[in-house]
């Protein structure tokens, strides 16, 4: 079992991205699992969402307490909530910013992770260029896609496609798939970069 | 057809497909996605032949509910927590009269203090309203015990209640095999009434009964669910033939062959017991005979079932999310009047309360005292006796304690930074 | 209608039965073939207007749908005297819920008739001051609300009578009940409380809004017959007195009521949309003392010391409603 938690700010599809994780996953033949960490509608509020993913039913309820990735999609959290309670050695760390692990503070935190399990994505202004928003829910799906593998690309389309429609859906899928080939070249250049230095 | 939808999007499609003609409710957290959701499709014209009411409140909603059923109109509502106590005096008097509606309550603790998360004190609060009451373990079995609770409360002329956890089921994505029109219609027949208000056959329904005739009415209701009793068994071996999987009866095991130690629960946490109990079999584990008895009849209470299936084990664990406040277990009291005299050891456990995670780690150093003998008879899961006792301290000190919600929440710090 | 002499005595009666009229013209219950809705054998009181008000009110609304008619009705007098165990005098499809929640009782009655396709069968809903106005007043206003088909009679008798003479929000000030003794400074029902509902029915800009009372019993099945030529909510509140409660000889019900229409204490009105369309004129207007003073809920203002200012208060509430229904024919002051 694969499992996932999303941690952001109500407001920023944290659960719209979790339910599409989940579609994306379904429609790979896997079962998939999505809930948030439930309450009143509130804007701007920390919200957590997870998502399980595998091969047999689920039949876990709790909620993610040792996740194999993270997925944050507001830095302004790091340091006010506990988003890495749990998280698998080694495991994945997706954030949305334009900065690095370093300059967020986490320098120290990651100094001995491997660096194909670590992940910035400039969500919120690609979404911003592709859809018109800020809702950086999306191209961070994309980015997961590309940097864990567990889900296809195209999975995560059709799950655009199952949420939303028209234009918005377009944007989306470009702004996912924007997200998914920057972390795909950034992961060989690291690759080449590793080798080289090998 | 298989889909990934939200529990609720679930129900609202399953009822969709049962021919549903009155539908009425008033919005509460957590079921209001699955009204939402059945008001969408007859708005569209998805859903035909179907007046879909908002109602002013849930004492309205029921009542509605009453109206329609008593003219002969398959009629559906859904609500929770604070609503289903609202309209009780309406619960009542539709399972009285015995009017076949069905109605959704997605598990929500009752308030004060307020509050929206899951557990069954809503449901099992009205336990002896002369409802059915069923409880769902997956998404799966919500969608589908609707399907089965329409078909048994027009077969039995008694309202029945279809339970589901609320957020932990109605807010989750899952997979779900959503059965189709004709599968449905083949199960399912049209509504045909025992009593209706029709201008060709006037009756006057509802008058009141005195001492000459309230015995025989009341106990008439008390048949009527041990009827549902043979009633369930044979609707979900009807269910298995139309739709091919087996769900609802009155109960079901997991593991139970050669379990020493039975753990009982109802509701979605069964899922979470069942991994558990998986791991803590394996012989890496301590190879604990350990077995699970899920209850999803509650009403009618299947006391032959649960000592049939608690027969051969040594002691068995109640997990429940609900607690009479004063003795201690509900569904535990319950359980243990089904095992009068088998000589088995008992234990209750309380857990979960207002929406409290129930972790596989905290039940796993549960199962783990219990079979060792070390458990007591009573027991509140993941208890913070430090808060606990730091207020009846300041209780003691002082009579102008303030509100203890407030005090406890002001003595556990920011909520926000926890994840459980 | 043609004229033809006619003896003084038969003229200007109030007499609801006067078959001297074209049958067209006449009242339903002095039809052979009405449906008796209301059966007789009922335990009402002697004089009960509520009984009175009903058997009309009903059999009226019957006649014009063509006995298609289902009918809910709340706890209350009209309920448990109707339907003693193990009998019903109802003639017609008839359910009792509950005590607060008629109205949406009748709301889920006609939603299923709808969906049904059940168009020519049309549904009634009843009950006391107590089940509307009070505990029935949330349902009742969701029902205004939403528009639903259904016709709803209150009948007025001013306090919760069947549990023995209580208070509710229709009671007059002043009137003494059981929880508004005339003892103490302020001896009956406190001025300044209260609610008027036809007024608040009309504030919802429902089709059809009426006031009647068992005097006008004419009026009262013009205005049933009226309502149910329509569709929507609709709402006519009936005056009907109760001799235990008011304490009136059970020979003047009728009298009472129309002592109430005449002193302007009640006024007389239909109003469709929120506007009023029709009023029942005072014919010849009376102080409120006369209205007063047969009534033993009022004996504690007259006497050795009447309660000359208490009075003379509810004189100004009858004279406002003169003033603000247009209750008086031109030419009475």
């Given at each position: 079992?694969?499992?996932?938690?999303?941690?952001?700010?109500?407001?920023?599809?944290?659960?719209?991205?979790?339910?599409?994780?989940?579609?994306?996953?379904?429609?790979?033949?896997?079962?998939?699992?999505?809930?948030?960490?439930?309450?009143?509608?509130?804007?701007?509020?920390?919200?957590?969402?997870?998502?399980?993913?595998?091969?047999?039913?689920?039949?876990?309820?709790?909620?993610?307490?040792?996740?194999?990735?993270?997925?944050?999609?507001?830095?302004?959290?790091?340091?006010?909530?506990?988003?890495?309670?749990?998280?698998?050695?080694?495991?994945?760390?997706?954030?949305?910013?334009?900065?690095?692990?370093?300059?967020?503070?986490?320098?120290?935190?990651?100094?001995?992770?491997?660096?194909?399990?670590?992940?910035?994505?400039?969500?919120?202004?690609?979404?911003r260029?592709?859809?018109?928003?800020?809702?950086?829910?999306v191209?961070?799906?994309?980015?997961?896609?590309?940097?864990?593998?567990?889900?296809?690309?195209?999975?995560?389309?059709?799950?655009?496609?199952?949420?939303?429609s028209?234009?918005?859906?377009?944007?989306?899928i470009?702004?996912?798939?924007?997200?998914?080939?920057?972390v795909?070249?950034?992961?060989a250049?690291?690759?080449?970069e590793e080798?080289?230095?090998? | 057809?298989?889909?990934?939808?939200?529990?609720?999007?679930?129900?609202?499609?399953?009822?969709?497909?049962?021919?549903?003609?009155?539908?009425?409710?008033?919005?509460?957290?957590?079921?209001?996605?699955?009204?939402?959701?059945?008001?969408?499709?007859?708005?569209?014209?998805?859903?035909?032949?179907?007046?879909?009411?908002?109602?002013?409140?849930?004492?309205?909603?029921?009542?509605?509910?009453?109206?329609?059923?008593?003219?002969?109109?398959?009629?559906?509502?859904?609500?929770?927590?604070?609503?289903?106590?609202?309209?009780?005096?309406?619960?009542?008097?539709?399972?009285?009269?015995?009017l076949?509606?069905v109605?959704?309550?997605?598990?929500?603790?009752?308030?004060?203090p307020?509050?929206?998360?899951?557990?069954?004190?809503?449901?099992?609060?009205?336990?002896?309203?002369?409802?059915?009451?069923?409880?769902?373990?997956?998404?799966?079995?919500?969608?589908d015990?609707?399907i089965?609770a329409?078909?048994?409360?027009?077969?039995?002329?008694?309202?029945?209640?279809?339970?589901?956890?609320?957020?932990?089921?109605?807010?989750?994505?899952?997979?779900?095999?959503?059965?189709?029109?004709?599968?449905?219609?083949?199960?399912?027949?049209?509504?045909?009434?025992?009593?209706?208000?029709?201008?060709?056959?006037?009756?006057?329904?509802?008058?009141?009964?005195?001492?000459?005739?309230?015995?025989?009415?009341?106990?008439?209701?008390?048949?009527?669910?041990?009827?549902?009793?043979?009633?369930?068994?044979?609707?979900?071996?009807?269910?298995?033939?139309?739709?091919?999987?087996?769900?609802?009866?009155?109960?079901?095991?997991?593991?139970?062959?050669?379990?020493?130690?039975?753990?009982?629960?109802?509701?979605?946490?069964?899922?979470?017991?069942?991994?558990?109990?998986?791991?803590?079999?394996?012989?890496?584990?301590?190879?604990?005979?350990?077995?699970?008895?899920?209850?999803?009849?509650?009403?009618?209470?299947?006391?032959?079932?649960?000592?049939?299936?608690?027969?051969?084990?040594?002691?068995?664990?109640?997990?429940?999310?609900?607690?009479?406040?004063?003795?201690?277990g509900?569904?535990?009291?319950?359980?243990?009047?089904?095992?009068?005299?088998?000589?088995?050891?008992?234990?209750?456990?309380?857990?979960?309360?207002?929406?409290?995670?129930?972790?596989?780690?905290?039940?796993?150093?549960?199962?783990?005292?219990?079979?060792r003998?070390?458990?007591?008879p009573?027991?509140?899961?993941?208890?913070?006796?430090?808060?606990?006792?730091?207020?009846?301290?300041r209780?003691?000190?002082?009579?102008?304690?303030?509100?203890?919600?407030?005090?406890?929440?002001?003595?556990?710090?920011?909520?926000?930074?926890?994840?459980? | 209608?043609?004229?033809?002499?006619?003896?003084?005595?038969?003229?200007?009666?109030?007499?609801?039965g006067?078959?001297?009229?074209?049958?067209?013209?006449?009242?339903?219950?002095?039809?052979?073939?009405?449906?008796?809705?209301?059966?007789?054998?009922h335990?009402?009181?002697?004089?009960?207007?509520?009984?009175?008000?009903?058997?009309?009110?009903?059999?009226a609304?019957?006649?014009?749908?063509?006995?298609?008619?289902?009918?809910?009705?709340?706890?209350?007098?009209?309920?448990?005297?109707?339907?003693?165990?193990?009998?019903?005098?109802?003639?017609?499809p008839?359910?009792h819920?509950?005590?607060?929640?008629?109205?949406?009782?009748?709301?889920?009655?006609?939603?299923?008739?709808?969906?049904?396709?059940?168009?020519?069968?049309?549904?009634?809903?009843?009950?006391?001051d107590?089940?509307?106005?009070?505990?029935?007043?949330?349902?009742?206003?969701?029902?205004?609300?939403?528009?639903?088909?259904?016709?709803?009679?209150?009948?007025?008798?001013?306090?919760?009578m069947?549990?023995?003479v209580q208070?509710?929000?229709?009671?007059?000030?002043a009137?003494?009940?059981?929880?508004?003794?005339?003892?103490?400074?302020e001896?009956?029902?406190?001025?300044?409380?209260?609610?008027?509902?036809?007024?608040?029915?009309?504030?919802?800009?429902i089709?059809?809004?009426?006031?009647?009372?068992?005097?006008?019993?004419?009026?009262?099945?013009?205005?049933?017959?009226?309502?149910?030529?329509?569709?929507?909510?609709?709402?006519?509140?009936?005056?009907?007195?109760?001799?235990?409660?008011?304490?009136?000889?059970?020979q003047?019900?009728?009298?009472?009521?129309?002592?109430?229409?005449?002193?302007?204490v009640?006024?007389?009105?239909?109003?469709?949309?929120?506007?009023?369309?029709?009023?029942?004129?005072i014919?010849k207007?009376?102080?409120?003392?006369e209205?007063?003073?047969?009534?033993?809920?009022?004996?504690?203002?007259?006497?050795?010391?009447?309660?000359?200012?208490?009075?003379?208060?509810?004189?100004?509430?009858?004279?406002?409603?003169?003033?603000?229904?247009r209750?008086?024919?031109?030419?009475?002051?």
């Amino acid at each position: 079992m694969f499992q996932v938690r999303i941690h952001g700010r109500g407001g920023q599809g944290v659960v719209t991205a979790a339910e599409m994780l989940s579609i994306a996953a379904f429609d790979e033949g896997r079962f998939a699992q999505a809930f948030p960490s439930f309450g009143s509608e509130r804007t701007g509020a920390p919200v957590v969402a997870f998502c399980r993913i595998a091969d047999k039913e689920i039949r876990l309820r709790e909620p993610i307490m040792e996740p194999d990735a993270l997925i944050i999609q507001d830095p302004t959290l790091l340091h006010q909530v506990d988003v890495f309670a749990g998280l698998k050695k080694d495991g994945y760390i997706l954030i949305n910013t334009n900065k690095s692990f370093e300059e967020l503070g986490l320098g120290d935190f990651v100094r001995d992770w491997p660096h194909d399990r670590l992940c910035t994505v400039s969500a919120t202004d690609l979404s911003r260029k592709h859809v018109g928003r800020p809702m950086p829910n999306v191209p961070l799906l994309g980015g997961f896609a590309a940097v864990s593998g567990v889900i296809r690309l195209e999975s995560v389309i059709m799950a655009i496609n199952d949420k939303f429609s028209g234009k918005v859906a377009a944007g989306n899928i470009a702004g996912a798939t924007e997200a998914y080939e920057t972390v795909r070249a950034a992961m060989a250049a690291a690759c080449r970069e590793e080798s080289t230095h090998a | 057809m298989l889909k990934q939808i939200e529990g609720s999007r679930a129900v609202a499609e399953a009822v969709a497909l049962c021919r549903p003609e009155v539908i009425c409710a008033y919005p509460i957290s957590p079921q209001t996605h699955i009204v939402e959701g059945i008001g969408e499709m007859v708005k569209s014209g998805e859903l035909k032949d179907c007046e879909f009411l908002n109602v002013e409140s849930e004492f309205a909603a029921m009542s509605v509910a009453i109206g329609s059923s008593a003219t002969g109109a398959r009629t559906y509502t859904a609500t929770a927590s604070q609503g289903l106590l609202f309209m009780v005096e309406a619960v009542f008097n539709a399972s009285g009269l015995g009017l076949p509606i069905v109605m959704t309550v997605a598990n929500r603790a009752i308030g004060a203090p307020i509050n929206i998360w899951n557990d069954h004190s809503d449901s099992l609060s009205q336990r002896d309203c002369g409802w059915i009451q069923l409880f769902a373990e997956t998404n799966q079995e919500a969608l589908d015990l609707h399907i089965q609770a329409f078909k048994l409360a027009e077969e039995l002329s008694l309202p029945v209640m279809v339970c589901m956890d609320g957020f932990i089921l109605t807010h989750a994505y899952e997979r779900v095999d959503m059965p189709t029109q004709e599968q449905v219609d083949a199960f399912l027949p049209p509504y045909e009434p025992r009593q209706v208000l029709d201008p060709a056959q006037p009756v006057s329904i509802g008058a009141m009964v005195g001492p000459e005739a309230f015995m025989e009415v009341r106990y008439l209701a008390h048949a009527k669910q041990m009827q549902a009793l043979d009633l369930i068994p044979k609707m979900a071996e009807e269910f298995r033939a139309v739709f091919g999987r087996p769900i609802g009866g009155l109960t079901h095991t997991y593991c139970a062959e050669d379990a020493e130690t039975m753990i009982i629960a109802m509701g979605s946490v069964l899922g979470t017991i069942k991994d558990v109990v998986d791991e803590m079999r394996q012989p890496e584990n301590g190879g604990h005979k350990i077995g699970v008895l899920g209850i999803t009849s509650f009403r009618p209470f299947p006391l032959v079932a649960v000592a049939e299936a608690l027969r051969n084990c040594k002691r068995f664990l109640v997990l429940e999310k609900s607690l009479a406040v004063g003795i201690g277990g509900i569904v535990a009291t319950n359980v243990r009047m089904a095992v009068t005299g088998m000589g088995l050891k008992g234990y209750t456990v309380i857990a979960g309360l207002g929406g409290r995670s129930i972790t596989k780690k905290s039940l796993q150093a549960l199962f783990d005292k219990v079979s060792r003998g070390e458990l007591e008879p009573l027991t509140f899961l993941d208890l913070d006796w430090q808060v606990v006792n730091k207020h009846l301290e300041r209780e003691r000190q002082r009579r102008r304690s303030g509100p203890v919600a407030e005090n406890i929440l002001r003595d556990l710090g920011v909520v926000a930074s926890k994840i459980a | 209608m043609s004229f033809q002499p006619i003896k003084f005595y038969q003229t200007g009666t109030f007499t609801v039965g006067n078959r001297l009229l074209a049958p067209e013209e006449r009242s339903v219950q002095a039809g052979e073939k009405r449906f008796n809705s209301l059966n007789s054998g009922h335990r009402a009181c002697q004089g009960c207007g509520e009984a009175l008000g009903a058997r009309y009110a009903i059999d009226a609304a019957m006649e014009a749908c063509h006995g298609k008619l289902i009918a809910a009705n709340a706890t209350g007098c009209l309920e448990v005297f109707s339907t003693p165990y193990p009998e019903t005098s109802w003639q017609i499809p008839w359910i009792h819920s509950l005590f607060g929640n008629t109205a949406a009782v009748a709301t889920g009655m006609a939603a299923a008739l709808k969906v049904k396709g059940q168009t020519d069968v049309r549904v009634v809903a009843q009950g006391g001051d107590g089940g509307t106005t009070d505990i029935g007043f949330g349902c009742l206003s969701g029902m205004f609300e939403r528009n639903d088909d259904v016709l709803y009679i209150c009948y007025d008798n001013g306090g919760y009578m069947n549990t023995g003479v209580q208070r509710s929000s229709a009671t007059p000030p002043a009137a003494r009940t059981a929880t508004t003794m005339a003892v103490g400074g302020e001896p009956g029902n406190t001025f300044g409380q209260g609610k008027f509902v036809p007024a608040i029915a009309m504030a919802h800009e429902i089709p059809f809004v009426a006031t009647a009372t068992v005097a006008d019993l004419r009026d009262l099945e013009f205005k049933v017959t009226k309502a149910m030529g329509m569709r929507g909510a609709r709402y006519i509140h009936i005056l009907v007195p109760c001799p235990l409660g008011w304490g009136t000889p059970s020979q003047d019900t009728i009298r009472m009521a129309r002592l109430a229409k005449e002193t302007g204490v009640f006024p007389v009105f239909q109003a469709e949309h929120g506007e009023i369309t029709a009023v029942l004129k005072i014919r010849k207007r009376l102080p409120v003392e006369e209205y007063l003073k047969p009534q033993k809920r009022y004996a504690h203002l007259f006497g050795k010391q009447p309660r000359v200012e208490t009075i003379a208060h509810i004189q100004s509430l009858a004279d406002k409603n003169i003033r603000r229904y247009r209750l008086l024919e031109e030419g009475v002051q």
